[in-house]
């Protein structure tokens, strides 16, 4: 039998989200794996899609989105980061954050070309570079802080010999809800001018700080011309389904992305595209008040991981809690969640799986706490049993 997948892309399989997922449905589990939340966003939001289905726009976007959708990404940058930003030709929209990756990475990226990555690093990241035809080099971060060391990504850039290209970050981190601080940005940005490098930087969870604050990278010196910011509305108003996001940056690596998203989707979703329009443009107090909720709830699920033993690594934002399984005699997370639905009817996710090195995040495990009290407290308390 010739092999069905590429070779490019055999490494990867089936994402384990849908792998854990799959499981959390087949034994009734709490599914704290994949991170979405279990109530949907604020009402207005998707009363203006339902409002727009029925009045349209329902035929092709234009590829570069709704005027009035690029509008307001560009009045959203203006509000939360002072960044001015030309609608027509600094904006892009995509089908999800995860679109605006696939874009920007296949926009920029010859083979033979290097990425950096930070591992763990969210799993569509080496699926992307891989379809590229480029090659990645992992930095990893370690527990109990996460802290990204840019001597280390300065040694990988030097170690690729020239080759490194794309420095892709992910600030705040899926999974360990660090925040990279000014400081590591600066050293971060002079790393990518002395060296040449684009950065692609994944902001997802830009509006979800509990602790700190989010400085997108672009707004540091030198780095407006070099830098491509991707985000989406899912995560900020718990909205993962409509995959609605966007990439922005100076006119010519917008351009490249837009080069590579015209031939992927070409354009996504116009009703949609219509109402986070809207959805963007709504108050600061309905993004706090979204940001407040989710910091209740990670309190929450992190005072009950902690009471059931388990050593717990508070993340200061984003959907997810990581602890170390080593604390309740577990030598491999792996294992542990794979065993675990059965064992305490919840599902989460062993770190390793978005890791190269496998002893990086051998004994952590991911919780997603974008749930209902009641949901979170079950889980909790069926975790409780677990500790010897
Ligand atoms: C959820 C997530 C994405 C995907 O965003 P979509 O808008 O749903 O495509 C991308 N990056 C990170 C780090 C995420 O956690």
Redesign the pocket.
């Known amino acids: 039998m010739p092999h069905a997948t590429a070779a490019r892309l055999r490494p990867f399989g089936t994402t384990i989200f849908a792998e854990m997922t799959a499981l959390a449905a087949r034994t009734g589990a709490i599914n704290l794996g994949q ?1 979405f939340p279990d109530e949907d966003g604020p009402v207005e939001i998707r009363r203006a899609a339902a409002d727009a289905l029925l009045a349209g726009p329902n035929q092709y976007a234009p590829a570069r989105g709704l005027p009035v959708l690029c509008e307001a990404i560009a009045a959203h940058a203006a509000r939360f980061h002072g960044t001015t930003l030309d609608p027509e030709t600094q904006v892009q929209v995509t089908v ?4 605006g ?1 696939a874009a920007s990475l296949l926009g920029l990226l010859d083979p033979g070309d290097e990425v950096i990555l930070v591992e763990p690093y ?1 799993d ?1 990241y080496a699926a992307i570079v891989a379809m590229a035809g480029a090659t990645r080099r992992t930095v990893g971060v370690r527990p109990p802080h996460f802290a990204l060391d840019p001597d280390e990504v300065e040694a990988a850039v030097v170690a690729s010999g020239g080759r490194a290209r794309v420095l892709l970050l ?1 600030s705040p981190h ?1 999974p360990t809800g660090t925040v990279l601080g000014r400081e590591t940005l600066e050293a971060l940005a002079r790393i990518c001018r002395e060296h040449d490098l684009v950065a692609v930087c ?1 902001d ?2 830009e509006h979800l700080v509990y602790d700190g604050e989010h400085v997108p990278l672009h707004t540091l010196e030198g780095m407006a011309e070099r830098t491509l910011t991707v985000s ?4 900020t108003f718990a909205l ?1 389904g409509w ?3 966007w990439v922005t940056g100076p006119p010519d690596l917008v351009a490249a992305a837009a080069t590579a998203k015209q031939f992927l989707t070409f354009s996504g979703h116009g009703p949609l595209q219509q109402a986070v329009a809207l959805a963007l443009g709504l108050s600061d107090g309905t993004y706090a008040a979204t940001r407040d909720t989710l910091r209740a709830k990670r309190d929450r699920l992190c005072a009950g991981l902690e009471s059931a033993g388990l050593t717990t690594f508070v993340p200061a934002a ?2 997810f809690a990581v602890v170390d399984v080593a604390s309740i005699g577990e030598a491999d997370g792996h294992a542990f969640c794979l065993a675990l639905p059965e064992r305490a009817g919840v599902v989460g996710v062993p770190v390793s799986v978005f890791c190269d090195d496998p002893e990086l995040a051998r004994t952590l495990v991911r919780f997603a706490f974008p749930k209902r009290e009641a949901v979170i407290d079950e889980a909790a308390s069926r975790l409780a049993g677990l500790a010897r």
């Open positions: 991170g999800g954050a995860t679109e990756i969210y569509s992910n899926n994944d997802v969870y989406s509305v899912g995560k993962t995959k609605v996001g984003g959907y």
